[in-house]
């Protein structure tokens, strides 16, 4: 399959776009060279989809192939990927993100809708569905998703509410706060959805990872 390069996306991209959908179409493998990529429309790629920098498009992402960026993912729409999707940064997404095979974040994973990976899904920083629909074979996350207040509204946390709400201590010194056995208390809560118990689990250290188990 054959490789467009782009290397001056400003240039070189009405080339290719199609009026009737008002997208970017490109019939083989994409790459960019800049290091940011800011678009007003959908991209689709028949092949993979490959930049150096960021790639942020106001609609949606779709490639046949992988979708591999050093910097951020952002979409106004859905990322779709027939294969794996591999982020240096945050993976933000208006609508679902779609993989066929792994979905890799150098910080969050944050989704409109669904996030289904065929394979394992990791991010550095926090994974977060609207819908709270996460499939994959294993997750693994080291943050948590939402907002300080979120927490602290939580009964179970409610001893370490007014700490949670201080902006001052960040995530770690909050951890500490907790031992191995206050921590399991807490993930073992039954107010929990299984999802944020999960990334609770994680965050504590009391796993490494989250295995799903097999769809049916």
């Known amino acids: 399959m054959k490789t467009i390069t782009i290397n001056n996306y400003a240039a070189e991209l009405e080339q290719y776009f199609d009026k009737e959908n008002q997208r970017y179409y490109f019939d083989g493998n994409l790459e960019f060279k800049e290091n940011y990529v800011g678009l007003k429309f959908s991209i689709h790629s ?8 960021d790639i942020h498009s106001v609609g949606s992402i779709h490639s046949g192939g992988d979708i591999h960026s050093v910097g951020s993912i952002r979409s106004g729409g859905y990322i779709h990927s027939v294969g794996s999707i591999h982020s240096g940064g945050d993976i933000h997404s208006g609508g ?5 095979g792994s979905i890799h974040s150098g910080w969050d994973i944050h989704s409109g809708g669904d996030i289904h990976s065929g394979g394992d899904i990791h991010s550095v920083g926090s994974i977060h569905s609207f819908t709270f629909s996460i499939k994959c074979k294993v997750m693994a996350s080291r943050t948590l998703p939402y907002w300080r207040e979120y927490w602290a509204a939580m009964p179970i946390l409610s001893k370490y509410a007014a700490a949670i709400r201080n902006e001052k201590n960040c995530w770690v010194n909050l951890k500490s706060l907790v031992d191995k056995d206050e921590a399991k208390k807490i993930c073992a809560w039954e107010g929990w959805h299984p999802i944020l118990r999960a990334q609770l689990e994680m965050f504590f250290e009391l796993k490494t990872e989250h295995v799903f188990e097999a769809q049916t």
Do not use: A, F, T
């Not at 028949?46 to 920098?53: L, P």
């Not at 679902?96 to 066929?100: L, T």
């Open 96 to 100: 679902d993100i779609h993989s066929g």
């Open 46 to 53: 028949v092949g993979s989809i490959h930049s150096g920098g």
